[in-house]
């Protein structure tokens, strides 16, 4: 079995990860800011200050993978100046610190998995649109999340140059029952309300943490995975669909009502352009590749959902 190098090993996405590496047999070893004990068995924290431009050395010795997850919430603020510059630098240095200490320090990794997201696209030309966003189409550097997504990847991908395996994992929106976008759109059905984001038409392309999850295990372990992967469920759907979807699966009664968009614009700012986007993602590259989804479509996926514990 292999040992696993991790960036951004404690967020949404890295938590289920290591959790199932380890389950596979792996070793996880968590880049974190601190020194800690995990206290679990095939788990253990390095240091590395991405500030500072330093990583533990043994660590980095000891993977033969590195799985790049970090970087700031996308959602987690408003976007000021200050917090896109934070999304933006967490990223880019992060990817740059890891290949600098893979072209300089001893190592024996042979395959770098980094993830992205489909913030790559722009919006859909229209709704709904024919021609779904394939891996091969260019970023869209007018929008601040193409920009970003650019700058991310490219920042990482001077690995291939000193002959490692690299993959990019552009993610959609995830759905897990942990935290995230999922959990949002549960917390007003608390209250009998199921909230339509606009006016619902924009398409939303998921994808559920275990297939999420599934994937990156398969790039670790796989080495016919190579290149740019759309990690979205192959069935978008509009946001009203997903809503919807969410209530009736959750139980009980809910009344679907809109949230205009200019009432998003003044809560979010910026980031409610996000909010009500249609961005339509084929993952079609991705099914070639044999891989198999296990909830290729939202109401299975809900289901599935709302019979977890929040954990």
Same mark, same amino acid.
């Given at each position: 079995? %292999? =040992?696993?190098?991790?960036? @951004?090993? $404690?967020?949404?996405?890295?938590? /289920?990860?290591? #959790?199932?590496?380890?389950?596979? &047999? ?113 970023? %869209? =550097?007018?929008?601040?999340? @193409?920009? $970003?997504?650019?700058?991310?990847? /490219?920042?990482? #991908?001077?690995?291939?140059?000193? &002959? ?114 249609? =961005? ?32």
């Amino acid at each position: 079995m %292999a =040992t696993i190098l991790i960036t @951004g090993g $404690t967020g949404l996405v890295g938590t /289920a990860l290591t #959790r199932a590496l380890v389950q596979q &047999g792996h070793e996880a070893i968590i880049l974190s800011r601190t020194a800690r004990s995990s206290g679990q068995k095939g788990i253990r924290y390095a240091v590395w200050d991405v500030a500072a431009g330093t990583i533990d050395p043994a660590a980095l010795a000891a993977a033969d993978a590195v799985v790049h997850l970090a970087g700031a919430g996308v959602a987690d603020a408003r976007w000021s100046e200050a917090r896109k510059q934070e999304i933006v630098r967490s990223r880019v240095d992060s990817g740059t610190l890891l290949a600098k200490a893979l072209r300089e320090l001893p190592n024996k990794v042979r395959t770098v998995v980094s993830a992205s997201a489909i913030g790559w696209y722009g919006p859909d030309p229209v709704i709904p649109n024919p021609k779904p966003f394939v891996e091969t189409d260019p970023a %869209a =550097t007018a929008t601040f999340l @193409g920009r $970003t997504c650019a700058a991310w990847e /490219a920042a990482i #991908r001077p690995v291939e140059e000193l &002959g490692k395996r690299l993959v990019f994992a552009r993610i959609g929106i995830v759905l897990s029952r942990a935290g995230g976008a999922y959990a949002e759109f549960r917390k007003p059905m608390r209250f009998g309300v199921a909230p339509v984001m606009g006016n619902g038409r924009q398409i939303v392309s998921w994808i559920h943490i275990d297939d999420l999850v599934r994937f990156f295990v398969a790039a670790v372990e796989n080495r016919n995975y190579t290149g740019t992967y759309n990690l979205v469920a192959p069935t978008p759907v509009s946001n009203r669909k997903l809503i919807t979807t969410i209530a009736k699966a959750k139980g009980g009664f809910h009344l679907t009502a809109p949230a205009p968009a200019f009432v998003l614009k003044v809560l979010l700012g910026e980031m409610s352009v996000e909010v009500l986007k249609s =961005t339509t993602v084929s993952s079609r590259k991705l099914q070639d590749q044999g891989f198999g989804f296990h909830y290729p479509d939202i109401i299975a996926a809900a289901k599935n959902l709302e019979r977890k514990k929040k954990v």
